[in-house]
């Protein structure tokens, strides 16, 4: 069974659009998290929820938000797509507490043209 | 801002083992330090953390200086499945983890 899982894996689309991905973890974990790993390969937190409340917000555009439909999901929104946003996107979980270990999705490549 | 300096590549022999370093000199007292490694093309993966004392799990050992100022991960045998960047990670309060440049490993048959 995978533990932390998604959708789409790769995502192609143009400027200006909105799109969404989604990210579902099966390991009853309470804490949800969105990387970007950009094109040099640097990883940078953008969200993390917790019980469904916001507890990291990085310096993050307001076109990307993150939405909870329960514990098991964190879904990542991005409006108005642009160059910039080509990057890998990886979702993780954990419980919570600095000691716990983060578990990661496999990534999905967004594509802005 | 991911204050812990690591080596940009290490070398290393099939089934030998590998030491690699990674400078934490702002450390505080509560930080936990955490190792993972990506793969290529894949997520990140945990290996191990740490405190104070030196820990081993089954992937690896994590020996802490006794100042904290440094840590070292040690693979006791490395194999082509090993080669991977390998990011040393300081954890605070918030659960924020904040991933530096990290060390590519390089596995040599």
């Known amino acids: 069974d995978t533990a932390v899982s998604q959708t789409p894996k790769y995502l192609v689309t143009q400027m200006g659009n909105d799109k969404s991905i989604k990210c579902e973890q099966n390991l009853g974990h309470d804490t949800m998290y969105w990387y970007k790993q950009d094109s040099k390969k640097f990883l940078k937190i953008m969200f993390s929820?917790?019980?469904?409340?916001?507890?990291i917000n990085e310096t993050v555009p307001n076109r990307f938000s993150p939405k909870s439909p329960d514990k098991a999901h964190l879904n990542l929104h991005i409006n108005s797509l642009e160059l910039g946003d080509s990057a890998v996107y990886f979702c993780?979980?954990?419980?919570?507490?600095?000691?716990?270990?983060?578990?990661f999705g496999p990534g999905t490549r967004l594509t802005v043209l | 801002d991911a204050k812990t300096t690591q080596p940009n590549s290490m070398e290393s022999n099939e089934e030998e083992p590998v030491h690699l370093p990674c400078n934490h000199s702002t450390i505080s007292g509560t930080d936990y330090i955490h190792w993972y490694r990506q793969l290529p093309s894949q997520g990140p993966e945990y290996v191990i953390h740490g405190l104070t004392s030196n820990v081993n799990n089954r992937m690896a050992s994590l020996a802490i200086a006794e100042d904290r100022k440094s840590s070292t991960l040690i693979l006791h045998r490395a194999t082509l499945r090993d080669a991977a960047v390998y990011y040393c990670?300081?954890?605070?309060?918030?659960?924020?983890?904040?991933f530096g440049a990290g060390t590519r490993l390089t596995v040599k048959p």
């Open positions: 990670i300081l954890r605070e309060n918030n659960n924020d983890m904040r």
């Open positions: 993780a979980s954990s419980r919570a507490g600095i000691m716990n270990e983060q578990f």
């Open positions: 929820y917790n019980n469904k409340e916001l507890i």
